[in-house]
């Protein structure tokens, strides 16, 4: 199963409490902050949604 490498680009300051909640779900808390996840349908959404506030990378 493939990989997805997520950073926090942004600061939470200022977003909607469900984008604060998603990045708290995701393990997200600091900028720069990297955590690793399995390539899910579910992940993938919750990305979507704070997709202006990370970047993501795909590994293999």
């Not at 995701?26 to 997709?51: A, C, F, S, Y």
């Amino acid at each position: 199963m493939s990989k997805l490498i997520i950073t926090q680009r942004k600061s939470v300051i200022g977003a909607k409490a469900n984008q604060r909640a998603t990045m708290l779900s995701l393990g997200l808390r600091k900028i720069r902050q990297t955590v690793e996840r399995d390539d899910t349908p579910q992940i993938r959404g919750m990305v979507h949604t704070v997709r202006h506030l990370v970047t993501v990378e795909e590994v293999k």
